[in-house]
């Protein structure tokens, strides 16, 4: 079966960096997504990532290994806004979008 | 803004009541969505539409029974719901089905199903 693995939940301090991991396994890779999703609102999307390495918007970078299933969601200068859930996306062979079940980041001032 | 609104933002219904859900993009997508989305667990894609035309239906119950006159408005249509039912319901749209691009969220309606 087909299956993303991310923690259920994280905590961070403000202006400190936190590390969200992403694991997969899918039956074909067409590119990883990471989305943000404040409490009662809509998803939104921040990064994509189709070969590896790192992709960097600003204070959120993602990284990609294909090799190894893994992507991360790095978020630097945590601010309290960024308290919200980071659900993870994976694209499979038949382009259908495969999702976690989101982490949950709690920043503390 | 995402440029995709839904209607209502919050509905309570009764197991036998009749009610339906809308969704609308200003962005001259032509791919629509609906996903379920309950506490803890992943999005779970239910329908989708491209041009209009449905082409993925992941073995939702019948009464829950989608529309899309156009590409711009969605419409899912409930009845006879269960409460294990009650969830957030999202629309999304993109460009095209099945490529990679990124989809764009609504605020989603928050169904609860006494």
């Known amino acids: 079966g087909q299956n993303i693995d991310q923690p259920t939940e994280m905590t961070a301090t403000e202006g400190a960096i936190v590390q969200i991991n992403c694991t997969y396994q899918t039956s074909g890779f067409n590119g990883l997504f990471w989305y943000q999703q404040h409490a009662g609102e809509a998803p939104t999307f921040l990064s994509y990532?189709?070969l590896d390495g790192l992709e960097e918007k600003g204070r959120f970078s993602s990284f990609l290994s294909r090799s190894k299933g893994y992507s991360y969601l790095l978020l630097k200068e945590l601010q309290m806004k960024d308290s919200a859930s980071y659900l993870c996306a994976v694209r499979d062979s038949n382009y259908q979008l495969i999702w976690g079940a989101g982490t949950k980041l709690i920043i503390k001032p | 803004e995402t440029g995709v609104t839904q209607t209502p933002r919050h509905l309570v219904m009764g197991m036998t009541n009749k009610k339906s859900l809308k969704c609308e993009q200003h962005?001259?997508?032509?791919?629509m969505y609906w996903y379920k989305q309950s506490a803890k667990k992943p999005l779970e894609l239910m329908f989708v539409?491209?041009?209009?035309?449905?082409?993925e239906n992941n073995s939702v119950p019948s009464r829950f029974s989608p529309e899309c006159p156009n590409s711009s408005h969605l419409f899912l249509h409930l009845h006879t719901l269960q409460p294990e039912d009650s969830a957030l319901y999202l629309c999304a749209s993109s460009p095209l089905a099945g490529e990679s691009y990124e989809q764009y969220f609504g605020p989603g309606t928050r169904l609860t199903v006494t």
């Open positions: 962005l001259g997508h032509n791919a």
């Open positions: 539409y491209n041009f209009k035309e449905q082409t």
């Open positions: 990532n189709v």
